[in-house]
């Protein structure tokens, strides 16, 4: 039987953070660096995140981090996979966020989307995702997603990648 | 720690069958006596069934299953409850469902609510649930909540419960 991978959706297929940057840049004209970004967490830099977050259109207008959808479509042909992604914080981001996989995966089916708060009640083999509490709680192998949060910060137990192509280097 | 429950939504605490027949009766006039319904599947016995799944307002408006209000407060104090509900297949049900909960259960934070499509993916100790495709797969404890589509049909190794009273009688 194949192996379950669990893949987490923002900040390791949609780049939430081009969204920060750019609904913040409209707003107040403000540019980002790396730097700026580097090892902080997305709400100590974005100071009206949580405004972004409830916005429609939000979720819905991510660009896709660039590599994801063939590395998905490889990975999809040889694991039991499952896009598992926390929205039930912000709910208009539930249709948003099936929306936007329809369009951008849609090789994926709804059986393979997972919409939730906690990640603490999922169960697999191996997980992809950017954030620590998500990964902390995981029984089974754990990849780190680099995005500007985790940047420098000690991996702890989780293997980092930079790209999907490490992913694929990784898992295929 | 607390034991992790999960419930289902539609046929669990959600009055689906209600649903259903009024969404028939509505349209054809047929009024089903619950003979009609007992050990059949739903598809088998509401010849317009997906068309209604994929109409607007009909998880939003599904009655409430009684008693599940008053135990899921107490089973809430108890357990580290997750409400886990197939939506994806039915995307417009996302947020309606969402909102239902919200409606009626004001208790439940939006940590405790999953939306999938397959329940494979969920870890937790006891399971209730009125579908053995669900309960089959799950690695605790489950018991299945009698409806009229498994009205009749071997438990096989769940226990089945006919009221929320028998669930508390079961897990309080």
């Given at each position: 039987m194949a192996l379950r991978l669990i893949i987490d959706m923002d900040g390791v297929i949609a780049d939430i953070y081009a969204q920060y940057a750019r609904f913040e840049a409209s707003e107040s004209g403000i540019k980002r660096s790396c730097e700026d970004l580097k090892g902080k967490s997305e709400s100590e830099v974005f100071r009206n995140l949580r405004e972004y977050l409830f916005t429609r259109g939000f979720f819905r207008d991510a660009p896709v981090i660039p590599g994801s959808i063939p590395a998905l479509k490889e990975l999809n042909a040889q694991y039991d996979l499952f896009v598992v992604s926390s929205a039930t914080e912000f709910p208009q981001s539930l249709q948003e966020k099936y929306d936007w996989l329809q369009e951008h995966?849609?090789?994926?089916?709804?059986?393979?989307m997972v919409f939730c708060g906690s990640k603490a009640i999922i169960h697999g083999d191996i997980m992809i995702d950017d954030h620590f509490k998500n990964l902390d709680s995981f029984s089974g192998r754990t990849i780190l997603f680099t995005q500007p949060h985790n940047d420098g910060l000690p991996e702890k137990n989780h293997v980092r990648v930079h790209s999907w192509q490490e992913v694929l280097d990784l898992l295929v």
């Open positions: 995966f849609p090789f994926l089916s709804w059986k393979q």
